[in-house]
C-alpha cells in the first residue's frame, strides 16, 4: 500500500488571498510506503502542518526539494522544528535522507552556517544528502522503493530544478515541483498511476510554460494525455480561475481520465 497525503495545494501566498479565497497552504506532500515517510517539497510550517494531522515531524525519512525557491524550500526551517521538539519532548529524529538540487547539494555547509552556525555544539539530527541521481535511488524495504529525479524547465531556465517519479511495487506516482513543459516531465509522468502536476499559470496563459516555466490547467492536462496518466491532480494554482473553469480547460487537452482540482485535505491510497 501506498498513501499520500496533500499538505499543501496552493502557492505562497494562496492562503491569505483575499480574492482567491482557496485556503490552501504552500507546496507539500506526504508519501507513506512501508516504514517510509516521505515529504515532496517542505514549504513554511511544514512540521506545523504534519502535527495537525497527527504525523510526528520527526516521523519523516526523507525530502525530495524539487528546487531551492522558498516557497518550495523551507528544510533548515524543518530541521529546527524537529530538533527543538526532540530537546524539549522524548521523540528524536536521528537521521533525515535529502535528495536536493547540486548547487544546494554544494554549497549545503555554507548555507546551514548562515542560518546556524554553533551546529557543533547541539544534537541536530544526522544528514545523509543525496544527489539527484537519475538512473535512480532505491531504498531498502520490504518492497522495491525506487526514486527517479528528472530535470525539467522553470525559472528562465536559470532555476536547477526536478520532478520525481516514485515507485513502489507496481504503483507509480508523479511529482512536477514547479515545471515548464520539457521532456522531463513527460518522462517522470510516463504511465503514473497518479501525476501530481503544478499549475500555477492562469488559464489562456500559454507563454509562460516556455519563457518562465509554469504549466495552466491544459498545458497539464496535455502532458498527463499524451503519457497516459491515469489521475491528474493538478496543484499549486492561485484559486483565481475556478474549479469548474480549471476542469473544462484541462479537459481541452483531451485528457478524460479521472482529475481533481487539489485541496489541502486530500487523501489517495493505491
Known sequence: MIKITALGTGVCSSHFHPVAD??????????????????????????????????????????????AHPDHNALIHFIQSVFAKGIWGKEKMEQLSVILPNHLYDGFQAWWNIYIPETEKFPFPKLNLLRPIHHGITLPSGKKISIYPQTVYHGFGKTESYAYRISYDENVIAYSGD?????????????????ICEASSRINDDKNATIYGHLN????????????????????????????????DCHKSGYKRELIIGYDTYTEIL
Do not use: W
Not at 179 to 195: K, M, N, P, R
Open 22 to 67: 482557496c485556503r490552501r497552504k504552500p507546496p507539500g506532500f506526504l508519501v507513506e510506503c512501508d516504514e517510509y515517510k516521505i515529504l515532496l517539497d517542505c514549504s513554511q510550517d511544514m512540521a506545523a502542518r504534519l502535527e495537525e494531522r497527527g504525523i510526528p515531524m520527526e516521523s519523516i525519512n526523507m525530502i525530495l526539494l524539487s528546487h
Open 179 to 195: 515545471t515548464g513543459l520539457c521532456q522531463g516531465i513527460g518522462l517522470a509522468a510516463y504511465e503514473a498511476d497518479l501525476f
Open 217 to 248: 490547467p491544459r498545458q497539464a492536462g496535455a502532458i498527463a494525455q499524451i503519457a497516459n496518466v491515469k489521475k491528474l491532480f493538478l496543484t499549486h494554482f492561485t484559486g483565481l480561475d475556478s474549479p469548474e473553469a480549471m476542469i473544462e
